[in-house]
């Protein structure tokens, strides 16, 4: 498996995992970026991943750049999830979505890339019918992009 493969994995079970926290602030960003390094070294130290690795970097790289554009990126889920509103998608679909349009929208990875990082770790991660939804939303969002 890749670095960045890896690296985005850990980001999803970071993200996921943030959820779960009972955040007590009115920004759940500004919660978040509290939290996340701390969150990320307990998967990473769970995951054996070394100090110092590229995968670590990659990770971190994700979450302080998502983080901040979380509302952003909910509301760009939000515009082409059709039916469905998001408090209603699987959390671990929800953050899988997170990050690819989070790279979709503010990175140079490739459209094509980032659709099969994605549907391939919804595969590892989530159920068997996430990958045609998460592919549909990421379709939608990459024409909405030209």
């Given at each position: 498996m890749g670095i960045r493969r890896k690296g985005r994995e850990v980001a999803l079970q970071t993200l996921y995992a943030l959820s779960f926290q009972d955040i007590k602030s009115d920004s759940v960003q500004t919660a978040y970026l509290e939290i996340y390094q701390d969150t990320m070294l307990e998967i990473i130290n769970d995951l054996n991943i070394k100090e110092g690795s590229k995968i670590i970097?990659?990770?971190?790289?994700?979450?302080?750049?998502l983080i901040p554009r979380l509302e952003d990126i909910d509301q760009e889920i939000k515009k082409y999830s059709d039916n469905w509103s998001l408090e209603n998608i699987a959390n671990v679909d929800k953050c899988?979505?997170?990050?690819?349009?989070?790279?979709?929208?503010?990175?140079?990875?490739?459209?094509?890339?980032?659709?099969?990082?994605?549907?391939?770790?919804?595969?590892?991660?989530?159920?068997e019918s996430s990958g045609k939804f998460i592919n549909g939303i990421l379709n939608a969002v990459t024409d909405g992009k030209k």
């Open positions: 970097n990659f990770s971190e790289d994700i979450m302080k750049n899988i979505l997170r990050i690819a349009v989070f790279e979709l929208l503010y990175t140079d990875t490739p459209a094509p890339v980032i659709m099969n990082e994605a549907i391939e770790i919804s595969k590892k991660f989530s159920s």
